[in-house]
């Protein structure tokens, strides 16, 4: 059974920057797809990045394209997300997400894209 395991949340302040890691256990390998999600209060879960594993093809949503750098290690089964520059709009919970077999969404940074998911990582932004 796949698990994932986010670390790396917490406080910082707006301009800095923040590195967060999801380890992929009960797996040989990563899966083919990985992603990085994030959930406000009150807003619904938002695709931040993602990553084809075989390839190393990055996806990020344009608006955050330059601030948010998706990364993996085949040999830890890690995948991280730095944020740099970051605004109090970062502020939320971050969630690593796996693909392992086909299905539903509409592209590696939709929700149903993915059937595992981490229990997530606070990152809060503060001035």
């Known amino acids: 059974q796949l698990q994932l395991v986010e670390s790396g949340g917490g406080s910082v302040q707006t301009g800095g920057s923040l590195r967060l890691s999801c380890t992929a256990s009960?797996?040989?390998?990563?899966?083919?797809?990985m992603g990085w999600f994030r959930q406000a209060p009150g807003k619904e879960r938002e695709g931040v990045a993602a990553v084809y594993t075989g390839s190393g093809s990055r996806f990020y949503p344009d608006s955050l394209k330059g601030r948010f750098t998706i990364s993996q290690d085949h040999a830890t089964n890690t995948v991280w997300l730095d944020l740099i520059s970051v605004k109090a709009e970062d502020t939320g919970m971050y969630y690593c997400a796996a693909r392992t077999r086909g299905g539903g969404g509409l592209g590696p940074l939709t929700v149903p894209w993915y059937d595992y998911w981490g229990q997530g990582t606070q990152v809060t932004v503060s001035s």
């Open positions: 009960g797996t040989t390998d990563l899966p083919d797809f």
